[in-house]
């Protein structure tokens, strides 16, 4: 929910300078948007070479591979940015998918935020303080628990599926199209 803090309607509400009363720059809000932004793209690399990883591990039988680093060397081969280090090995090391109740589900977490920065951008079409949009997030997500599938949620909220794009325009890896 921190999307809102980066908003001008949102900001209006609360940032003013405790002397003057006068509201934030929105140049500043921008710069720190900007900055926000700084290797994004590395850092989101960083993390699909992760889910690849993981989903590599759970979609293999483990008995047929015999060679962990190889084993992770081509599970990385589609997001390596730099030189493999022939001195590590990621996998005795990744908590996540071996013990920390993430088996198969890494990915979990650029999937979460696919469906926030799109979820988001619903509330900016219609205006971040939209109600109709908040009653249908109300009653179409927040309300539903794990009732139903989540992407018949999702789709009853949004009225489609989720769109990457939403995602990459916020991490700068994306100009917003028309």
Known sequence: LENWCYEKE???????????KEPIPMSL???????ATFQEGMATMRQLSFSFLDMS??????????DVKKHEVKAFEDTLLYPNNPETCMSVSFAHIFQGGYSAGYYSYKWAEVLDADAFDYF???GIFSRDVAEKFKEHILSK????????????????????EALLER????????
């Open 171 to 178: 991490a700068g890896l994306m100009k917003k199209t028309a």
């Open 10 to 20: 949102a900001l209006a509400v609360f940032a003013r300078h405790y002397e003057t």
């Open 57 to 66: 591990w759970h979609g293999s039988d483990p008995s047929a591979i015999s």
């Open 145 to 164: 628990g794990g009732t139903e599938k989540p992407m018949v949620l999702y789709k009853r909220f949004r009225g489609r599926e989720p769109k990457i």
């Open 124 to 126: 900016k079409e219609k």
């Open 29 to 35: 809000v921008e710069s720190i948007k900007e900055s």
